[in-house]
């Protein structure tokens, strides 16, 4: 009775085996066609400094602005037909991130990530900064791996785009008074980085012009930068 029991799931045990055997051939061959394409998913999109910055930014200006990642120049800036064209190592070149109004998408602000201690570093960011201000767009330029936070960049970010919440009462100075305004005093440590040069900024009193006995955010770079900031409320007997 035993016997006739298992000769007759034979059958059915061949059949399970098979099947089995089938479907490991099956998964075999799908990967071995996955493999051979040669494409393959970027894990992590991208890492360390980059991807720390990212974060900072996005919680700084989530509230206005959406980023884009390494847009070209070519997709948001264009010449005139009377113009020159724009050469096409700069129409695909790059820019770190690009905030977009939330809304209507609109371009606002580029930012680089650069070295500004190599040759390499400071070319890229003097040709690029000649295309976005010949359109008006602001260029923010940071350190790679440069020690940043939320509250720093929200501001540079809303000073650049004319965006003054969180930072009600400041003034951005022009460049014409700034060579007369700006005291000797030695400067203090950078605590606050240029919205327009990527450089360190300072405190100092202004001794001329009518913001004078005032304190501002001067560019640590000046005379070559000649941003300027007021401090609201800080003003110097």
């Known amino acids: 009775m035993d016997s006739m029991m298992i000769e007759t799931q034979i059958p059915y045990i061949a059949i399970v085996v098979c099947i089995a055997l089938l479907a490991t051939l099956a998964v075999a061959v799908v990967s071995r066609i996955r493999r051979d394409t040669g494409v393959h998913i970027r894990k992590p999109f991208f890492d360390g400094s980059e991807r720390s910055f990212y974060g900072l930014l996005d919680v700084a200006v989530r509230e206005h602005f959406c980023l884009f990642r390494n847009p070209a120049l070519g997709e948001m800036l264009f010449t005139d037909e009377q113009q020159r064209s724009m050469p096409a190592r700069f129409r695909k070149a790059p820019v770190d991130i690009l905030l977009c109004e939330r809304r209507s998408l609109a371009p606002r602000c580029a930012i680089l990530l650069a070295d500004r201690s190599t ?46 919440h969180g930072n009600q009462g400041s003034e951005v100075i022009g460049s014409a008074s700034v060579r007369k305004a700006v005291s000797e005093q030695p400067k203090r440590p950078e605590t606050r980085i240029c919205g327009k040069c990527g450089g360190g900024m300072a405190r100092h009193t202004l001794k001329q012009g009518k913001h004078a006995g005032r304190e501002a955010w001067i560019c640590s770079s000046y005379p070559e930068c000649r941003t300027a900031v007021m401090i609201p409320g800080k003003i110097s007997s």
């Open 119 to 164: 040759k390499k570093g400071r070319r890229r960011i003097d040709q690029m900064r000649v295309w976005f201000d010949k359109a008006g767009l602001p260029l923010l330029v940071y350190e790679t791996g440069g020690l940043l936070d939320v509250r720093t960049l929200r501001e540079d970010v809303y000073i650049a785009t004319g965006i003054e």
